[in-house]
């Protein structure tokens, strides 16, 4: 199908950032766009869409979840990180059956698609239940099993947790046209031992996947890191091999200058979780010396237990001003750095190379956001009013592989009711 957006401001992306667009059209060819300008097409279109009083930008990339944890929002509020995970979020999550995990990712799609995400990266246990709720919603994902182990006895060849992960990936990897990728992942420094890693990273290797983790979130775990090791997470990743593969680390908040060469030398992604990090206390990670080294620097969520939304329009703000104010310079990070951050860094880092930008050729992966409400009037520079001013209720369409999956409060792919009755059902049977 061939359908004509018409009316609509554009930010088409540009090698130099984004361009604007004013009253503009974009052509979508299947699911691919085909035409961006500001005068109509002359090639004929099977549907055209009036998107008058509407803003067109690449469709969020959320590069660093844990969908199913919208059951525990909330939850260990005003807990430093060790203690929230270690002593509240671990035992809840025991508990959870994979009708559970699905009804939890289901949530999650839908605050992500209603609030302009169209892909994201998740951590989770149970991911097929997240795989299946994917595959059915029309979104994209990247998605693991990540890899524990608390018994340092434990021989690698025994870890149920990696051979789940290897499966997961024999079965779902590139599903559903390429909409669901299968990444692999190592949780944490802290909760796997040496061996694991070692071997695991040469599987990852040999398959030529990505690897998610988690670094240096806290200053605790990354001094007890120094303590045991005599290195930092990122060099204890780095010995063990797990930056030879396409590595990616979420957080990333008390990286060192050394930790950040490493990165650059290794090719290693950073995803940048402005909201988790403040809510649990854990610091301001080093953006701008990240980007000056030219690491590609995502951006995040995080989980609803940690942040305690799914907005990336929010995130994007939160990355927009919070390293202006502590640095107390407003030009540290632009609107286009956070733009990029949350749309084409986050399509890289997924080894998605056909989507996070509005350009023709690429993904018609789009969000539209709704330039009517007060806050966002007038339009003078579209970069920063989508940084500054947009709400996640803003959005009025979200589109994936030129296929319309929200409109206007508008669930096209997913039952919300359903998802409601099947969500209180596993509340239900977890806290009463």
């Known amino acids: 199908m061939r359908r004509l957006l018409t009316n609509c401001g554009i930010l088409e992306s540009t090698d130099a950032g984004f361009a604007f667009i004013e009253k503009g059209f974009l052509g979508i060819d299947g699911a691919f766009i085909d035409y961006?300008?500001?005068?109509?097409?002359?090639?004929?279109?099977?549907?055209?869409?009036?998107?008058?009083?509407?803003?067109?930008?690449?469709?969020?990339?959320?590069?660093?979840?844990?969908?199913?944890?919208t059951l525990l929002r909330g939850v260990g509020s005003g807990l430093p990180l060790q203690s929230w995970?270690?002593?509240?979020?671990f035992p809840i999550e025991d508990r959870l059956?994979?009708?559970?995990?699905?009804?939890?990712?289901?949530?999650?799609?839908?605050?992500?698609?209603?609030?302009g995400t169209t892909s994201f990266t998740d951590m989770y246990m149970g991911p097929e239940e997240t795989a299946k709720a994917v595959l059915a919603s029309g979104m994209k994902a990247n998605l693991c099993r990540p890899v524990q182990c608390f018994d340092p006895s434990e021989p690698p060849e025994e870890n149920f947790r990696v051979r789940e992960s290897l499966a997961l990936y024999d079965k779902y990897h590139n599903a559903g046209d390429g909409r669901v990728k299968i990444d692999f992942c190592v949780h944490a420094e802290y909760t796997c031992t040496a061996p694991v890693v070692k071997v695991y990273a040469g599987l990852v290797r040999e398959r030529?996947?990505?690897?998610?983790?988690?670094?240096?979130?806290?200053?605790?775990?990354?001094?007890?890191?120094?303590?045991?090791?005599?290195?930092?997470?990122?060099g204890w990743f780095a010995g063990l091999g797990a930056f030879?593969?396409?590595?990616?680390?979420?957080?990333?908040?008390?990286?060192?200058?050394?930790?950040?060469?490493?990165?650059?030398?290794y090719g290693v992604s950073a995803v940048h979780c402005p909201s988790s990090n403040m809510k649990l206390g854990s610091g301001f990670a080093p953006v701008r010396r990240m980007?000056?080294?030219?690491?590609?620097?995502?951006?995040g969520t995080d989980g609803a237990a940690s942040n305690n939304n799914l907005n990336m329009l929010e995130e994007l703000h939160l990355a927009s001003v919070i390293h202006n104010g502590?640095?107390?310079?407003?030009?540290?990070?632009?609107?286009?750095?956070?733009?990029?951050?949350?749309?084409?860094?986050?399509?890289?880092?997924?080894?998605?190379?056909?989507?996070?930008?509005?350009?023709i050729g690429k993904k018609a992966d789009i969000a539209a956001i709704s330039l009517r409400s007060p806050h966002m009037r007038p339009c003078l520079d579209p970069l920063a009013l989508v940084c500054y001013s947009a709400q996640g209720g803003d959005v009025v369409m979200t589109m994936v592989d030129g296929k319309?999956?929200?409109?206007?409060?508008?669930?096209?792919?997913?039952?919300?009711e359903r998802v409601y009755a099947d969500v209180e059902r596993a509340v239900s049977a977890l806290y009463r």
């Open 36 to 69: 961006i300008g500001a005068s109509r097409p002359t090639a004929a279109y099977d549907e055209e869409r009036d998107m008058s009083e509407t803003l067109l930008i690449p469709g969020l990339v959320n590069a660093h979840t844990h969908t199913p944890m």
């Open 291 to 299: 980007l000056e080294r030219g690491l590609n620097v995502a951006l």
């Open 97 to 115: 059956t994979p009708e559970m995990i699905r009804a939890g990712t289901e949530l999650a799609l839908l605050e992500m698609l209603s609030t």
């Open 208 to 234: 030529g996947g990505n690897l998610h983790i988690h670094m240096s979130e806290t200053e605790k775990e990354h001094g007890e890191c120094v303590e045991k090791y005599g290195v930092t997470p990122a």
């Open 244 to 265: 030879d593969a396409r590595a990616f680390a979420a957080h990333c908040v008390w990286v060192t200058e050394e930790d950040m060469a490493l990165m650059a030398q």
């Open 326 to 359: 502590f640095t107390g310079d407003p030009t540290v990070i632009k609107p286009a750095d956070t733009l990029r951050m949350a749309t084409v860094n986050g399509a890289r880092l997924q080894g998605r190379p056909d989507t996070g930008e509005l350009r």
């Open 404 to 416: 319309i999956l929200y409109d206007n409060g508008r669930f096209l792919t997913i039952d919300q």
């Open 85 to 89: 995970l270690f002593d509240t979020v």
